[in-house]
């Protein structure tokens, strides 16, 4: 059955496919990032050089399953089917599966260096915490799934209609998830990084990378890693221990104190390919040992690795990404370091609060260096993941903060 299309010189065409060939096409096209309809098109034609058939496909329960292709592909294909002794259902079929056995999934790509992301403000409430799981969460979601993610050109939509993240125009598309080997550390003493993902801070007393920074270890620091199990084996946990309240004190007698976190994680940086460092709202020793292990190392290109900026649409988020930025400077002049700012993350946006958060945005966006990589709406789901301690991208994947988290990881992966 065929119908007019107004893509190019093709024509539409139904037919039927069992739901899983289906499901397992719209995966791989999109892992190849490939049109279904050339896909399909290049399927047929290879069954059809084939000359012989494939090993009968089990097709019970097929969906009706649409595409376009050129004219004379598909009345050649249904001649080849008749000729064959097959139905369309079946060679059809066949040549979607041909084609994913000819076109296996890609590997997962992989950072050269592990990326190493600084998340950060002073200020304290920014939601500092819910950015570094959501971006770790949506950085780790399974390759072989299909999730909404909102397309990089969604910071001008959202300016334009008014700054309405939930607005019907803004577009999306379903993306496979990215794949990577992420760990969160979390580095504030105040545990909500691991109390979020229903884990419990580390007993004082033990071992923590509190004491692995201070020189003072009692053991490897791989072993008190834990997985975050909605992610398969990509994402795990460093979790806080209340002893990180003297860290300042006891990194205060260190040798290269500044050096004092790369030390700590280097024995186990090389399992991961991207590392996320939830800060404590401080500008003291602590921040200053994150920055250093943020920083762009000599083989690495710029933007690998570097500071992830969370602010408000509000004015005294800004007087603190004065001060945590000159504390940035500084440290970039003293010790002659190239520290990347990865860019600004508005948080907790909503528009009905009206001029003070548009024109708050407003001015976030008109900050070209560091730019704005992310606008996160202030919405329920977040709240109740916290609540029941559930990872969000797991307790609501579809949601628009999870969707408005991917894109967020896909900037700062770029």
Not at 18 to 32: D, H, T, Y
Not at 177 to 196: A, E, S, W
Not at 216 to 230: F, N, Y
Not at 302 to 309: A, D, F, K, R, Y
Request: hydrophobic share 40%.
């Amino acid at each position: 059955m065929t119908s007019p299309s107004t893509t190019d010189d093709r024509e539409k065409v139904v037919s039927k496919l069992p739901g899983w060939l289906r499901q397992a096409l719209k995966i791989r096209a999109a892992q190849l990032a490939m049109d279904i309809q050339d896909a399909v098109d290049c399927g047929i034609s290879t069954w059809r050089a084939l000359g012989s058939n494939l090993s009968p496909i089990d097709t019970s329960g097929a969906e009706p399953f649409a595409t376009v292709l050129p004219p004379e592909q598909w009345a050649g294909f249904r001649s080849d089917c008749r000729d064959r002794g097959v139905s369309l259902i079946q060679g059809l079929a066949q040549s979607v599966q041909i084609w994913l056995d000819t076109n296996p999934a890609p590997n997962v790509k992989r950072p050269t260096i592990t990326r190493r992301v600084i998340v950060c403000n002073q200020k304290g409430g920014v939601g500092k915490t819910a950015i570094t799981a959501g971006a770790g969460e949506a950085l780790a979601e399974d390759p072989t799934v299909l999730l909404p993610v909102r397309v990089s050109k969604h910071l001008a939509a959202l300016l334009e209609n008014d700054g309405d993240a939930t607005h019907a125009d803004l577009v999306r598309d379903d993306l496979p998830g990215l794949g990577q080997r992420v760990l969160l550390v979390d580095f504030d003493p105040q545990g909500h990084l691991t109390k979020q993902l229903g884990h419990e801070p580390l007993p004082m007393g033990g071992d923590s990378l509190t004491n692995h920074m201070a020189g003072e270890a009692k053991g490897h620091l791989r072993d008190v890693i834990v997985r975050i199990d909605q992610f398969g084996d990509r994402l795990h946990l460093l979790p806080a221990c209340t002893d990180a309240f003297l860290l300042d004190v006891r990194l205060a007698s260190v040798r290269a104190r500044e050096a004092a976190l790369e030390r700590a994680l280097a024995p186990i940086e090389g399992d991961y390919d991207v590392v996320l460092v939830d800060c404590p709202p401080s500008l003291g020793l602590s921040m200053d040992a994150a920055a250093y292990y943020g920083r762009r190392r000599s083989d690495e290109t710029p933007g690998n690795s570097g500071v992830l900026i969370i602010v408000q649409a509000e004015d005294s988020s800004a007087d603190a990404y004065d001060l945590l930025t000159t504390q940035i400077e500084d440290m970039r002049n003293d010790l002659a370091l190239d520290l990347d700012y990865l860019g600004i993350v508005v948080n907790h946006y909503d528009a009905r609060r009206g001029y003070i958060a548009t024109s708050s945005l407003q001015s976030w966006m008109d900050i070209k260096d560091p730019r704005v990589v992310g606008v996160i709406g202030d919405l329920k789901e977040q709240k109740e993941a916290v609540r029941v301690k559930q990872p969000l991208l797991a307790y609501a994947p579809r949601c628009e903060q999870s969707i408005a988290l991917r894109a967020l990881a896909r900037e700062i992966s770029k």
